[in-house]
């Protein structure tokens, strides 16, 4: 029996982040077990950068996936589970990311195989830092608006691991 849907959507998340990171040079793990809203682990070795403050920088992520449609204009509204809003907003030892990857609606497109010649993924990764968002009132869910321009790619995981290593993305 296949896996549900949404497990799916789980594991295609967790393989698009882990072969970008991989391609960046970065190792990706997967803790045993979700807790505090985070789903993976982002690592380098040694120094990414002259002005870097750590010898090795991590980032942590709480993955989502969807095959929701969105407008093609401005950012993408994704309503997120308020025990992640919470998680993800407050100062951690390492920072934490939430990335979500959009699917196509039809199934059939999330993943395209062509023998020896590619495996293509359909769609993108989006990144959002919620540090320092406001605490909220909500009990069950919370709107995040994640801009257009944020797509995760090797470049920008590397950027995003630079500054990581520089303590930018939780100011203190």
């Known amino acids: 029996m296949p896996l549900p ?7 295609l998340s ?8 991989a391609r960046a040079g970065f190792s990706c ?5 979700d807790y505090q809203s985070l789903d993976a682990l982002i690592g380098s070795e040694g120094r ?7 010898n090795q920088a991590h980032i942590g992520v709480q993955l989502k996936a969807t095959s929701q449609e969105f407008p093609r204009e401005g950012d993408i509204a994704y309503s997120l ?10 100062l951690t030892t390492i920072p934490r990311l939430l990335v979500l990857l959009v699917l196509p609606p039809d199934a059939k497109k ?5 023998m020896e010649e590619h495996l ?3 769609k993108c990764a989006y990144y959002l830092n919620l540090f320092g968002y406001p605490e909220v009132s909500n009990e069950a869910n919370r709107t995040v608006y994640i801009p257009r321009q944020n797509v995760l790619t090797v470049e920008t995981l590397t950027t ?3 500054q990581a290593s520089r303590r930018e993305l939780q100011p203190q």
Request: glycine fraction near 2%.
């Open 5 to 11: 849907e949404n497990q799916i959507k789980e594991e």
């Open 120 to 122: 293509i993924t359909r």
């Open 29 to 33: 793990d997967r803790p045993k077990t």
């Open 81 to 90: 589970q308020i025990k992640n809003y919470n998680d993800l907003r407050v």
């Open 160 to 162: 995003l691991m630079e």
């Open 48 to 54: 990414l950068c002259d002005d870097a403050i750590l």
């Open 14 to 21: 967790y393989g698009h982040l882990h072969t970008l990171a």
């Open 110 to 114: 999330w993943l395209e195989h062509e």
